[in-house]
């Protein structure tokens, strides 16, 4: 399921831009649910881990950028689709990095464009491919406990096994979700299996209790604190 958010204060755009994307996930055979808003000041007191926010630029109050300022403050990955009818103001975009600007009145075209485009940058990141023993293994992310390093490669550990895959962990890192953090030299974990940080050492849902590194161990624990808030 697909959680997005429209924020805008003129009812007709955000019905002619929920219908566009309501086709689009249906041809895809992609269940979405969508929240909608029609300001910024109503955005925030309701605010949780959309996959993604189609958020018009103009609005009174608290314009667009404004409130995705805020919207970043506690979800920074969250993936914001900005729309504007003024050319003028797409430049201002790039300052908050966000993921897209559409073009008012909209597009058909170019909202399926940027919409399939986001389904595959969040499908991407809920799975891993591994070559165990010359077999190819899809992985669900969230069911992966922690990767280690081994000699020429990793072992990746899951909740109903282990997988040998020749990569390293820094490679690795780039194709996973920011659940996965390195706590140590050789070891990433997986926030979503922390049962408990003890200190210096963290116990995983794998009745494993790993060694955190004094240069890790602040990330660690900030990592963790935004994992529980978002969750």
């Not at 689009?24 to 969508?34: A, L, Q, R, S, Y």
């Not at 103001?89 to 986001?118: H, Q, W």
């Given at each position: ?90 430049r201002e975009a ?120 004094r240069r890790n ?15």
């Amino acid at each position: 399921m697909v959680k997005i958010a429209l924020c805008d204060d003129v009812p007709q755009a955000r019905e002619e831009l929920k219908q566009m994307l309501k086709c689009c996930c249906k041809d895809v055979n992609k269940e979405v649910e969508f929240y909608e808003f029609e300001n910024g000041a109503e955005l925030l007191t309701k605010l949780q881990p959309f996959d993604a926010l189609y958020l018009d630029i103009e609005m009174p109050l608290m314009d667009g950028f404004e409130v995705a300022k805020e919207v970043l403050k506690t979800y920074p990955k969250m993936k914001i689709i900005m729309a504007t009818g003024l050319e003028s103001r797409f430049r201002e975009a790039f300052e908050i990095s966000a993921y897209y600007f559409l073009t008012k009145p909209f597009d058909k075209a170019e909202v399926e464009r940027v919409l399939l485009r986001l389904l595959k940058d969040l499908d991407y990141k809920k799975y891993l491919d591994v070559v165990d023993n010359r077999r190819k293994v899809t992985l669900l992310q969230g069911d992966i406990v922690s990767i280690s390093s081994r000699y020429g490669g990793v072992e990746v550990q899951t909740k109903e096994g282990r997988y040998q895959h020749y990569e390293t962990l820094k490679k690795l890192k780039c194709k996973l979700s920011d659940n996965f953090v390195i706590i140590n030299k050789g070891l990433m974990i997986n926030l979503e299996h922390i049962k408990k940080l003890n200190g210096d050492s963290v116990l995983l849902s794998s009745g494993e209790e790993c060694e955190v590194s004094r240069r890790n161990k602040k990330e660690l624990m900030e990592l963790h604190n935004q994992y529980l808030k978002n969750k």
